[in-house]
């Protein structure tokens, strides 16, 4: 079992930045691939962005290519999501999600994931 907790979710102006963080605990093995991603009113679900641990291979959606980084910090049990240069279009509810099956090489792409955190929101105003 593994447990995800987000937080770092807020209101920002467009052009602003925020950080958002995973909280993982429970079964390593069950969390080799993290990734966050997002949904808006009416949209479908998106995947921003995912990281395989412990060697840090990353991928992210062309939407936020250069703007957003995800990354993992020294104890292996927090990913982080920094986003810059928010956009209006970046409003969404933000999940945090974690996979033991997918190695590092299907990681960076992969869009099923077995956990899933209660998310966090972000609103970005214009």
């Known amino acids: 079992q593994v447990q995800l907790v987000e937080s770092g979710g807020g209101s920002v102006q467009a052009g602003g930045s925020l950080r958002l963080s995973c909280a993982a605990s429970g079964d390593t093995n069950s969390r080799k691939c993290m990734g966050w991603f997002r949904q808006a009113p009416g949209k479908e679900r998106e995947a921003v962005a995912r990281i395989s641990l412990p060697v840090g291979v990353t991928g992210y959606a062309d939407s936020v290519k250069g703007r957003f980084t995800i990354s993992q910090d020294m104890s292996k049990t927090t990913v982080y999501l920094q986003m810059n240069s928010l956009k209006p279009e970046d409003t969404a509810m933000y999940y945090c999600?974690?996979?033991?099956?997918?190695?590092?090489?299907?990681?960076?792409?992969?869009?099923?994931?077995?956990?899933w955190g209660q998310g966090t929101q972000v609103t970005v105003s214009s």
């Open positions: 999600a974690a996979d033991g099956r997918l190695g590092w090489t299907r990681c960076p792409t992969a869009t099923e994931f077995g956990y």
